[in-house]
């Protein structure tokens, strides 16, 4: 994700009133394991929360509101899901069941759950999908007579009504996050389109389609009038030819109507190559382009992960080739913080023996703010004669975490040329993003010699053992695992007999779906094998620094959902380090 360009991770925890993170409030998600209650033996949430950190990403909790059970003819449920609990507040359309949401106490659990996550994790914002009342299907009726009756607040008008019931817990969340972190930021992604202009009203977009108004009672455009929401991201998952709800319409309709919050559009990346204007290899970019002649659309959400990861039609590489060939910084909040940090001590410039620059400064200043400490710094740099443009990502060269405790701080520039002045200026940043002054510019000049790169191993990745701040339900861990393997990898390990004197093997090669990576021990070693793809991203996880005994090892790879392309296996035994070519 850092290396796709993108600055912020969207990640689920709630799916249908479960959890993939430890909670004491719901059970744990069954795809995690298999099995809906039974613990990873680790927690996904607080290992992605320290993988982002690391990266400078922001992290946001995706959570569903509503949804308890997708399919009750098949749920295998825990004994303290909600459908076992409490299945009087639940109600029924179809196979799905939902928590009601005209019943006060489910509103109550719902804002219970999220504050939850939100006292003892360290994310960066809550956000809610579009899933409130269930989208309408043919032959299904929604029966809420008995809420309507006993909890409709003097309403008579059961679609107001229901609209109120969603903007009863969305005002009660927003509350309830800014009074405990008034630095969490609150967002949600509606379906795309508010109302039909044509059809229902003169204040809506021109696009003939369903409307989350009337279909599931969201009225988005008051969540944003109010202030409840702190962003909102559209799902405009529409091409830019679609005929009913054209993407080139439905954004203007959006940058009209939300000004002061921040708006993100939605792309719905996982339709590349479902029709024809999908099937255009520069789609997506060009609504990433179009976007950017919006002043109000303040950036892009792609749905989902797991499309950029595949690269369907190479749109992954149209990306970074066409709007993400520069880091881009987190637009600030001024209703949240408007404070910036101190700016870091002067930089000192330094070059290598191998012609690479190293950058040194300190920041020594000790924030006890939430809200005001510095959380990462802007390294900005030009060359020769050209000044350092702090508007644009053009100039930006790195942005470096800073990590609490720690007051000094270096950064190696090995993207340098022989023979070149390079000028360096930094900033400190806070986690909402208000910029620091930069320090005084700094320049030094590389000899005319060649740069020599020397190559750093990457790190495994590892489980975290705690959370960074005291929380009511400490994280265990019996064994380090993959949370963004790039497939649902089955991982068989076993001891075989040697069959060849080769360290690291790979069969068949080439592969279709089953892999089988064979390595060879000639002595103990603690071991880590990964699988990375032909940019250097790791795609799966397979064994991490576990300490294996001489012999021959084999472990099996799932890679039905790599896409096409070259794959490398990646062995590290002690002081052995091997790849083979997939």
Known sequence: I??????????????ACDAVYESNLEPWSEWLTGQQGKSPGYDPLAFAIQECRKRNLEIHAWMNPYRAVTDIRSASLAPTHVARTRPDVLLAYGPLRLLDPGRP???????????DVVRRYDIDGIH????????????????????FTNHNRGMTNRADWRRDNVNLLIEAVSDSIHRVKPWVKFGVSPFGIWKNRVSSSSEGSDSRGFEAFSGNFADSR???DEGWVDYIAPQVYWSMGNGRANYSTIVPWWSENVSEQHLYIGHGVYKVNSDANWRKPLEVPNQIQYNRTFPNVQGSILFSAKTLRNNPNRVSDALLENVYQTTALIPTMPWKNVTSPPVPTPLDAQLNENNT????????????????????????????QSPIDLRTGQCIRATVVKTDG?????????EVKPGTKYNY???????????????????????????EIVEVPQKPILPLVSQSQPTPIQPHFEEPMEAVAASEEKVEETVEEPESDEILQVFPNPFNQQISIRYRLTAAADVSLYVYDSRGTRVGTLVVNKPQEVGNY??????QFLSEGTYYARLMAGEIQKTAKM
Do not use: C
Not at 2 to 15: D, E
């Open 128 to 147: 809610f999908d579009d899933y409130f009342y269930p989208y309408p299907q043919k032959g299904l009726t929604l029966n809420d007579n008995a809420t």
């Open 105 to 115: 106490e489910v509103r109550s659990f719902v804002t219970r759950v999220v504050m």
């Open 425 to 451: 200026t930094l900033s400190a940043v806070n986690r909402l993003h208000n910029e620091s002054q930069p320090t005084e510019v700094v320049s030094i000049t590389t000899d005319k010699k060649e740069v």
């Open 554 to 559: 084999s472990v099996n790879f799932n890679g």
């Open 222 to 224: 008051k969540w944003v």
């Open 406 to 414: 720690k007051t000094l701080f270096t950064f190696t520039d090995q």
């Open 2 to 15: 850092k290396r796709q360009g993108l600055n912020a991770v969207f990640f689920q925890i709630r799916n």
């Open 357 to 384: 620059i190293t950058l040194k400064w300190s920041y020594p200043f000790p924030l006890t703010s939430e809200r005001d400490k510095a959380r990462y710094f802007v390294l900005y740099r030009s060359a020769n």
